[in-house]
């Protein structure tokens, strides 16, 4: 059975249950995730003759004219959908959100100075670690004490800090920064989780990162977003393709880029735009989000929230089944119905829905429904 489509349930002689179709499916996947259909039928319409080039942009010179009107656009779609100032750098690399862990302290944190981290999930504790293999840094704030539960807010900065690092999005968690505290040291994010989810005032960062699987396409680019005069603070000291000079000076095209993965962010980029941009897309991810809060509020606690209300993720719903057997049941009479990745992270557990703006609102809407029945078989 999948669910509300009407189709019944289906064994075949090996007794195996019939494959899932597109049409059949409620991808809440945390990341690699749910990519728009539309925007799969137009790559895959143009997979083997890119735009009557006799061949697929991936079987294409990464030099030529061709890819680079594509890569150029890109960036031109991203500078536009979030009104970048001028004075800052976008930049495609590869390595994922995790590797800029890493060469954020190796180009940024030098002897003598400190780096602040705000610790609200795992993500942040992975950034601290690796800032620590490399300097000096500190916790600005946590919430590790409560869980988890909360986006920290009351940042405590040292003097002499280089920066501070902060997790907009806490994927594991289910949490979500809704305004940025004011500070006066350049601010970087890792948006991996929520990047293009909703305008965001880019002005108030040095730096913004994110890798591309959640919300932007497929794995494999990194995005960056760096302030120049913050870019020309960096140390020079570092190997070639682990200095972000190396990719700003040369539109990130220094060595191969992840040419495949950028085309399909461009056009992940513009189905944005056709959506109505970042307003349009916020609201539709409140909505979806709201859909499936609401049942868990209303439950009169069948479900609770991992997350504190004032803290809710629109992206990550996080969520558990009170009853532990229970909870087990949900998730595996979820899966029947088609539903996947609802399964929590594996190293918090409970249930997570992930509906990031590629998830649509049927999907949210079918969720919905099928908590509710569910609870109102067992509760
Ligand atoms: C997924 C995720 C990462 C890790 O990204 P990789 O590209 O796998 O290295 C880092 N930070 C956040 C917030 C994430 O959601």
Redesign the pocket.
């Known amino acids: 059975m999948r669910y509300n489509k009407g189709a019944t349930y289906f064994f075949n002689y090996t007794n195996e249950v019939e494959p899932l179709t597109r049409e059949t499916t409620y991808n809440f996947n945390a990341?690699p995730s749910a990519l728009p259909t539309v925007v799969l039928e137009r790559a895959q319409a143009q997979l083997l003759d890119f735009e009557g080039n006799g061949m697929s942009i991936m079987e294409m010179s990464h030099r030529g004219k061709v890819y680079e009107a594509v890569h150029n656009a890109a960036i031109e779609r991203m500078r536009k959908l979030y009104n970048i100032p001028e004075d800052y750098e976008v930049i495609f690399m590869q390595g994922?959100?995790?590797?800029q862990f890493s060469m954020i302290p190796m180009n940024f944190l030098s002897e003598g100075e400190t780096a602040g981290y705000v610790m609200s999930g795992s993500?942040s504790q992975?950034a601290l670690k690796e800032a620590k293999m490399q300097g000096v840094a500190y916790e600005v704030a946590s919430s590790k004490d409560n869980q988890f539960k909360n986006i920290p807010m009351d940042w405590n900065v040292q003097d002499n800090t280089r920066y501070i690092h902060m997790?907009s999005?806490?994927?594991i968690y289910g949490t979500q920064f809704k305004d940025i505290p004011e500070v006066n040291v350049p601010l970087i994010a890792?948006m991996?989780?929520d990047i293009m989810s909703k305008p965001v005032d880019v002005s108030k960062f040095a730096m913004i990162y994110a890798?591309a699987?959640?919300n932007l396409g497929p794995?494999g680019v990194?995005v960056v977003i760096v302030k120049k005069d913050f870019l020309e603070t960096a140390k020079e000291e570092n190997p070639t393709v682990l200095q972000y000079k190396t990719h700003a000076d040369s539109n990130s095209l220094y060595h191969t880029p992840p040419t495949f993965g950028i085309y399909m962010l461009g056009e992940v980029l513009k189905w944005i735009e056709e959506q109505g941009g970042l307003e349009a897309v916020d609201r539709q991810n409140e909505m979806k989000a709201g859909l499936i809060y609401d049942v868990i509020d209303a439950s009169e606690g069948f479900y609770y929230g991992h997350a504190d209300k004032d803290s809710r993720s629109l992206m990550n719903i996080t969520f558990r089944v009170a009853d532990e057997a229970l909870e087990k049941q949900f998730l595996a009479e979820a899966a029947e119905a088609g539903f996947v990745g609802l399964n929590g992270h594996r190293s918090v557990g409970g249930c997570r829905a992930s509906a990031y703006n590629a998830v649509p609102v049927a999907a949210c809407e079918a969720l919905a429904t099928f908590m509710k029945e569910f609870q109102a078989k067992h509760a």
């Open positions: 990341g994922g959100a995790s590797l993500w992975k997790t999005n806490n994927t890792d991996s989780s890798g699987q959640k794995s990194t």
